[in-house]
C-alpha cells in the first residue's frame, strides 16, 4: 500500500521527498510505502493551513457550526473504527481486541465528542469598566497555523488529542505524524474532509526528522503542540525560539507506584502489571518505578512478578493477548540495554530480562521485574519505555515522597493507601501533572493531562487544551 500527502484538501505527490518503509513489528516485513516529506512539501502544506486560517473559512465560523462538524468527525470516526484499529493494529503491534478497537480509537472519538461541545464554551469571556469611561472585552482568538508532531505510540489517539483542541479554538493544522507509525492518521485525513472540514485547514504530510525539523523552523507557524522524548523537546524549544513560535510540550515520564502497608496486594498486582505493560509498556505514564513499604515489600514484589508473569504475549489479532512487540528493532535494543546494564550493576531479574520463548520473529520482549536497585542507577532515573518495572522499598511517607519526586520527570504517579488522609498528602507532596490514588493509567477527556519538571508543559485533554491554541485580546472602548 502507497500513501501520499494530505495537503490542501487532496492527496498530492512529494516535491523532492523521498520514499520510507513502514513496517510490522511483529514480522519486521514492510507493510506500506509513505513519502518522507521534503521542505517544500512542508512548505506547501503550511501555506495551504496559512490560507485557510486567513481567509476565515474555519476561524470565523460560528463556534457552533464548528462544534457540528467536529462532532460529525467523530462520528465517522467510529464508524470506521474497526478498520482503522486493524491498520492501527498492523502499523504498531497492539493487541487488537485490547488496545486498539478496545481501548485508542473509542477515547479518540470521546475526545473528538468533548471538543466538539468545548467549542461552544464561553467560560472565561466577559467585560467590564475597570477605568471610569471605558468598557473592557476579552477575546479568545486562535494562534494561528499549528505544526502538531505526533508520536508513534498511539499513533491515532494522540492525532486525535492534538487535532481536537486545535480545531475548537479555531486554528488550522499541519500535523505530522511519526515516520514509522503514520498509517492510520493518513487514512484519517480523508475523513476530515467527509465531516466538512474546509480543505486546507487539516494538513497530513508523512515523514522524519528533516520535515519535522523544517515545520519547526518555518516561520508561518505560529505554534508547535509536540509528545515525544523530552530531549525532542529541547531541540524544539531551542528552534522555536528563533522565531518566538509557542511551544506545547508532552514529553517522557518515569511514573512512581508507591504502594503502602495497607493497600491489597492482589489489588497492587494486578494494577502495576498492567500499567507496566499496557501497549508494551511504551507509555510515558507507564508504571516503571514501584516502590513498597519496608514490611511488605516480600508480599507485594511476590504477588507483581506473579502478575506479570501470567500476562499473555502474542500476535495482536489472537484472542487474549495483553501485550504484543516492541514498535522496533531498534527499540527492543534501547530497551534490552537498559535490563542488561542493570544487571551488570547487581540488580536482580525476578522475571522476563529477554525475548519469550518462540518469539524469534518480530520484536517482542518479556514483561520485565527487576530488584536490587539503587535510587540513582540509570533503571530508575531515566524512561526505558518497554515493559519494565523497579522494586524498591520506603520507611515512611517523607521517603516515598522524596524517592518519587527524584527523577527529572513529573508526568504521572499512583499512590496505594486505604488511608485517605494519607493519600492526600502524598497526593499534594509529589511533582506530578496526575496523581491516581488506587489506581494507575485511566484517563478522561474532562480532565488535564500534562507534566511538571521535564515532562513538558501545556495540557493536552480537557478545556485547558483549547485555551493552549487561544490567545487573549484586550479590546478597550471609550465609552465617551
Given at each position: 500500500?502507497?500513501?501520499?500527502?494530505?495537503?490542501?484538501?487532496?492527496?498530492?505527490?512529494?516535491?523532492?521527498?523521498?520514499?520510507?518503509?513502514?513496517?510490522?513489528?511483529?514480522?519486521?516485513?514492510?507493510?506500506?510505502?509513505?513519502?518522507?516529506?521534503s521542505r517544500e512539501d512542508?512548505?506547501?502544506?503550511?501555506?495551504?493551513?496559512?490560507?485557510?486560517?486567513?481567509?476565515?473559512?474555519?476561524?470565523?465560523?460560528?463556534?457552533?457550526?464548528?462544534?457540528?462538524?467536529?462532532?460529525?468527525?467523530?462520528?465517522l470516526l467510529e464508524t470506521n473504527a474497526e478498520a482503522l484499529a486493524?491498520?492501527?493494529?498492523?502499523?504498531?503491534?497492539?493487541?487488537?481486541?485490547?488496545?486498539?478497537?478496545?481501548?485508542?480509537?473509542?477515547?479518540?472519538?470521546?475526545?473528538?465528542r468533548f471538543f466538539a461541545g468545548a467549542a461552544r464554551d464561553t467560560h472565561g469571556s466577559h467585560a467590564g469598566e475597570f477605568m471610569p469611561g471605558y468598557t473592557s472585552m476579552y477575546r479568545r482568538e486562535p494562534v494561528g497555523v499549528v505544526g502538531q508532531i505526533a508520536p508513534w505510540n498511539?499513533?491515532?489517539?494522540?492525532?486525535?488529542?492534538?487535532?481536537?483542541?486545535?480545531?475548537?479554538?479555531?486554528?488550522?493544522?499541519?500535523?505530522?505524524?511519526?515516520?514509522?507509525?503514520?498509517?492510520?492518521?493518513?487514512?484519517?485525513?480523508?475523513?476530515?474532509?467527509?465531516?466538512?472540514?474546509?480543505?486546507?485547514?487539516?494538513?497530513?504530510?508523512?515523514?522524519?526528522?528533516?520535515?519535522?525539523?523544517?515545520?519547526?523552523?518555518?516561520?508561518?507557524?505560529?505554534?508547535?503542540?509536540?509528545?515525544?522524548?523530552?530531549?525532542?523537546?529541547?531541540?524544539?524549544?531551542?528552534t522555536a525560539a528563533d522565531t518566538l513560535k509557542r511551544v506545547h510540550l508532552e514529553l517522557g515520564g518515569k511514573a512512581p507506584f508507591i504502594v503502602f502497608?495497607?493497600?491489597?496486594?492482589?489489588?497492587?498486582?494486578?494494577?502495576?502489571?498492567?500499567?507496566?505493560?499496557?501497549n508494551t509498556g511504551q507509555d510515558c505514564t507507564a508504571a516503571t518505578r514501584l516502590y513498597v513499604e519496608k514490611s511488605k515489600v516480600k508480599v507485594m514484589q511476590e504477588a507483581v512478578v506473579e502478575a506479570m508473569k501470567a500476562i499473555k504475549v502474542g500476535l495482536p489479532f489472537e484472542d487474549g493477548v495483553q501485550m504484543g512487540p516492541l514498535i522496533s528493532g531498534i527499540q527492543r535494543e534501547r530497551v534490552a540495554g537498559f535490563v542488561d546494564r542493570a544487571k551488570a550493576q547487581g540488580a536482580k531479574i525476578l522475571t522476563g530480562g529477554g525475548v519469550p520463548k518462540g518469539f524469534d520473529k518480530g520484536y517482542y520482549y518479556e514483561p520485565t521485574v527487576i530488584s536490587g536497585v539503587q535510587q540513582d542507577w540509570e533503571i530508575v532515573q531515566q524512561e526505558v519505555f518497554g515493559p519494565v518495572v523497579t522494586v524498591q522499598e520506603f520507611t515512611d511517607e517523607m521517603d516515598a515522597?522524596?524517592?518519587?519526586?527524584?527523577?527529572?520527570?513529573?508526568?504521572?504517579?499512583?499512590?496505594?493507601?486505604?488511608?485517605?488522609?494519607?493519600?492526600m498528602r502524598i497526593s499534594s507532596a509529589l511533582e506530578f501533572g496526575t496523581?491516581?490514588?488506587?489506581?494507575?493509567?485511566?484517563?478522561?477527556?474532562?480532565?488535564?493531562?500534562?507534566?511538571?519538571?521535564?515532562?513538558?508543559?501545556?495540557?493536552?485533554?480537557?478545556?485547558?487544551?483549547?485555551?493552549d491554541y487561544q490567545i487573549t485580546k484586550h479590546v478597550m472602548i471609550a465609552q465617551g
Open positions: 500500500m502507497n500513501y501520499k500527502l494530505w495537503i490542501d484538501g487532496k492527496w498530492e505527490d512529494t516535491k523532492g521527498g523521498s520514499i520510507m518503509s513502514v513496517e510490522d513489528p511483529t514480522t519486521g516485513k514492510e507493510i506500506a510505502e509513505v513519502i518522507d516529506a512542508v512548505d506547501r502544506a503550511v501555506q495551504a493551513a496559512k490560507r485557510a486560517f486567513y481567509d476565515g473559512r474555519w476561524s470565523k465560523i460560528a463556534p457552533g457550526e464548528r462544534s457540528k462538524i467536529i462532532w460529525k468527525l467523530a462520528d486493524k491498520v492501527e493494529s498492523e502499523n504498531t503491534g497492539k493487541p487488537y481486541a485490547f488496545v486498539s478497537l478496545g481501548g485508542d480509537i473509542p477515547f479518540a472519538v470521546d475526545n473528538l498511539y499513533p491515532l489517539m494522540m492525532a486525535a488529542w492534538k487535532i481536537g483542541p486545535a480545531l475548537a479554538a479555531g486554528c488550522t493544522i499541519v500535523l505530522k505524524p511519526a515516520p514509522g507509525t503514520p498509517l492510520t492518521t493518513l487514512m484519517f485525513a480523508e475523513l476530515i474532509k467527509q465531516a466538512g472540514i474546509p480543505d486546507g485547514v487539516v494538513n497530513v504530510i508523512s515523514g522524519g526528522n528533516d520535515a519535522g525539523q523544517a515545520l519547526v523552523e518555518h516561520p508561518d507557524v505560529r505554534m508547535i503542540s509536540l509528545t515525544g522524548s523530552t530531549g525532542t523537546g529541547k531541540k524544539i524549544m531551542k502497608d495497607d493497600a491489597s496486594p492482589e489489588l497492587v498486582a494486578a494494577k502495576a502489571s498492567l500499567a507496566a505493560i499496557m515522597i522524596s524517592k518519587g519526586n527524584d527523577v527529572l520527570y513529573g508526568l504521572a504517579a499512583s499512590v496505594f493507601t486505604n488511608d485517605i488522609g494519607r493519600a496523581v491516581w490514588i488506587n489506581d494507575h493509567l485511566p484517563l478522561t477527556s474532562e480532565t488535564p493531562h500534562g507534566g511538571f519538571k521535564q515532562s513538558g508543559f501545556g495540557k493536552d485533554l480537557s478545556a485547558e487544551a483549547i485555551g
